[in-house]
């Protein structure tokens, strides 16, 4: 029995008197590709933030590869206190890839060297293996012909394509999708999930969260419907989507088909 | 009976107010070399979490912004010597009134272009494995000394301008200069005019180059 | 350091400061109230279509804002007599100067407040059927004072320490009182330090309402 690449044990998250997470257990396999869904304010992307320490949880573990991240000292009550040295949670971060809404490419560089820019400065490679890296990586996702151009002349679809690429380029475990479509125009969305299946093909681990339904229900192997800050669905693609059990994911996924054609 | 404009007085005095022009450029960069050093470690300590270093900047900054700068300059130049037990020459007095008051200025300047970057900007970085120094130096820094210019030019105009008020510790700054050039040909009116058209000219100048290297230096951001 | 400080000469004295903190708001709401007006004048004119308004105008606003202050003072009382063959007193030239200077500065700040309002604004309220005047004055006007306080705030901010230049033309305000106690008395360092903090005290209160106010507009905006 391998150990799961990432787990996640009774996580809560508040902001303020704001509880967004309230107990959230997960279990991630190498090779499973889960798609949260779920209303705005549910906590999806705070969830997902929370995975690679963007938030930092309120209460809960996070393991990935078997170990706990975060050092454990004694607090006061003989409640336990959780620290987070920044050195570990770079290193966390190196190993987990995130993809934005924003994208959030660096404007003052080109696609090339953002793509190149953590492999020198945090993962400490030669400027030129670097750069063959980033070459590659770029290549993967059709934008071999845009190198030295700034991000500010290119589309959005096409920004956002060398957002994956910047990401994948560190060689991540995971890769985390936070939205990654909910910025483009409809036309672009569709290059962008390209790329994101022809991810899943290759057999990475990966979560997504998304409003596309569609593509989440071919791309992949677990859904889960994220209400309250807690699981209320959990399930295949078939399970939630096609038949859902509970009455809020029906009332949720009705949404979507009231102005089918 | 129209008055009779009589520029020969004046420029037969001219190279006097060279020496004042050459001066006034001379303290003007001097202040802001040692302004822009002020005003890093102000903003820095700005934008520190610790109160120990923020509660001083923020009262250095707001002392400055909220007093005229000719007490800065008498102070440096008639209060300071007490205090210290030592003398200042009109030069040195100017350049501490002049640098403080700029560094404070910039200080703000500096603070602003930095918070001025998305909070993306940052996420992106942290994100990607780097550390915060990393993420400053590579990443925010030079995206915030772009924003940071037209504030900056502007700033160091004001600067440029207040320089005249050096004469008023008869340093020979342009305006002294002027002052003393009149005082041997009693023509003012053309005397102060002429350094106005002057003072015009070099603010103008400087303006138009400033112009330019703010063009350059943001050339990744236009569409 | 073993100076002696002495601050009772400022207690003694300080009829003498009061007096100049009077000639000081003397100076201070007059032009900018003044410069309030003449510089929305001089903004219609910079907008305008003829290049005979147009023109002179923004020679007077560059000339007023590209050159330094107190050489603006000095020129109003030294030059400006000999042109204008009547002699002006300290006071009246530095009114002169002070106030055409403001007025440049509240002329940009006009001009920019006018011309961000966005042509969205006037066609929007235009297919709803609404006359020019109705447009200007339910619509564009209040959107524009909203802008312009804070950057209108700060200029009267900046008007109040630059009244300490008069100073120089032997205006007896307030920084001219502390200059000729600190002489008087031997004394610059309490005389200048006192005189630093009422201008801090004067100033502080304008500078943090202006904050507060940019604050607010920036949330409603």
Redesign the interface.
């Known amino acids: 029995m391998t150990v799961p690449i990432l787990e996640v044990r009774d996580l809560h998250k508040s902001f303020g008197n704001l509880h967004v997470l309230r107990g959230i257990d997960l279990v991630v396999e190498q090779g499973e590709r889960i798609a949260i869904i779920g209303g705005s304010g549910s906590g999806k992307s705070t969830l997902l933030r929370c995975l690679n320490f963007m938030e930092m949880p309120t209460q809960g573990s996070i393991i990935l590869d078997g170990k706990r991240i975060g050092r454990v000292r004694p607090g006061k009550d003989g409640a336990e206190r959780v620290v987070y040295p920044e050195a570990e949670l770079c290193d966390v971060r190196e190993r987990l890839g995130m993809v934005f809404q924003q994208f959030n490419l660096f404007p003052h560089m080109t696609v090339l060297e953002n793509a190149m820019e953590a492999l020198v400065t945090v993962k400490g490679m030669k400027r030129a293996e670097a750069r063959a890296h980033a070459e590659a990586e770029l290549a993967k996702v059709g934008l071999s012909d845009k190198f030295d151009v700034y991000p500010s002349k290119l589309s959005g679809g096409q920004q956002q394509r060398v957002a994956i690429a910047r990401a994948l380029a560190m060689e991540p475990e995971i890769l985390l999708f936070d939205e990654p479509t909910s910025s483009l125009d409809p036309e672009l969305v569709v290059e962008v999930l390209r790329v994101i299946r022809a991810l899943a093909e290759e057999g990475r681990t990966m979560l997504l969260v998304t409003h596309e339904l569609g593509f989440a229900y071919h791309f992949a192997t677990k859904i889960i419907f994220l209400a309250d800050g807690v699981f209320h669905e959990v399930g295949t693609p078939d399970e939630v989507l096609k038949t859902p059990k509970r009455e809020r994911t029906q009332a949720f996924l009705a949404r979507f088909t009231e102005f089918g054609f | 009976m129209p008055?009779e404009w009589d520029f020969s007085a004046v420029f037969q005095h001219f190279d006097m107010l060279l020496v004042g022009l050459r001066n006034t450029i001379e303290i003007a960069l001097v202040s802001i070399v040692c302004g822009i050093g002020l005003g890093l470690v102000l903003a820095f300590m700005r934008l520190s979490s610790r109160r120990l270093l923020k509660f001083p900047a923020t009262a250095f900054i707001?002392?400055y912004?909220?007093?005229?700068?000719?007490?800065?300059f008498?102070?440096f130049f008639?209060?300071l010597p007490?205090?210290?037990?030592i003398s200042l020459d009109p030069f040195s007095a100017a350049v501490l009134a002049l640098s403080t008051q700029s560094g404070a200025f910039y200080a703000e300047v500096f603070r602003g272009g930095i918070v001025s970057i998305e909070s993306g900007q940052w996420e992106g970085c942290k994100a990607l494995g780097m550390r915060h120094s990393q993420a400053m130096r590579r990443i925010i820094l030079p995206q915030a000394v772009a924003r940071m210019m037209p504030p900056f030019v502007e700033r160091s105009f004001e600067l440029t301008?207040?320089?005249?008020?050096a004469?008023?510790l008869a340093y020979a700054d342009l305006?002294y200069q002027a002052m003393q050039v009149?005082s041997e040909t009693y023509r003012?009116?053309e005397?102060?005019?002429t350094?106005?058209v002057m003072?015009?000219l070099l603010?103008?100048t400087a303006?138009a180059l400033a112009r330019v290297a703010e063009h350059r230096l943001t050339a990744y951001g236009r569409a | 350091?073993d100076?002696s400080f002495d601050f009772s000469l400022i207690l003694a004295n300080y009829p003498v400061l009061l007096r100049g903190l009077v000639v000081t708001l003397e100076l201070w709401v007059p032009c900018f109230v003044v410069g309030l007006l003449v510089g929305f004048g001089l903004a219609l004119a910079r907008l305008s279509r003829h290049a005979w308004l147009r023109l002179p105008s923004l020679g007077y606003i560059?000339?007023f804002r590209?050159?330094?202050?107190?050489?603006?003072l000095?020129?109003f009382f030294?030059?400006f007599p000999?042109?204008a063959g009547v002699q002006l007193s300290p006071f009246l030239a530095a009114c002169l100067g002070l106030t055409l200077n403001t007025s440049a500065y509240c002329a940009e700040i006009f001009r920019g407040g006018i011309q961000s309002i966005t042509r969205g604004q006037w066609e929007g309220a235009r297919a709803l059927g609404m006359r020019h005047s109705v447009i200007l004055r339910r619509i564009i006007l209040p959107q524009v004072i909203r802008r312009m306080l804070p950057a209108l705030t700060n200029r009267g901010?900046e008007l109040g320490?630059?009244?300490?230049?008069a100073?120089?033309l032997t205006v007896h305000e307030l920084?001219y009182q502390?200059?000729l106690l600190?002489s008087t008395y031997y004394r610059?360092?309490e005389m200048?330090?006192t005189?630093?903090l009422v201008?801090?005290v004067l100033?502080?209160p304008g500078?943090y309402l202006s904050m507060r106010l940019e604050t607010r507009l920036a949330r409603r905006g």
């Open positions: 008055y707001e002392f912004r909220n007093t005229p700068p000719i007490i800065h008498f102070w008639y209060a007490v205090l210290m037990n301008k207040t320089t005249a008020l004469s008023t305006l009149n003012p009116l005397v102060y005019t350094i106005a003072y015009l603010l103008l303006s | 350091m100076y560059e000339l590209d050159t330094p202050v107190l050489i603006q000095i020129w030294y030059a000999i042109i901010i320490k630059v009244t300490s230049l100073s120089v920084m502390g200059r600190s610059p360092l200048l330090s005189v630093a201008y801090f100033i502080y500078s």
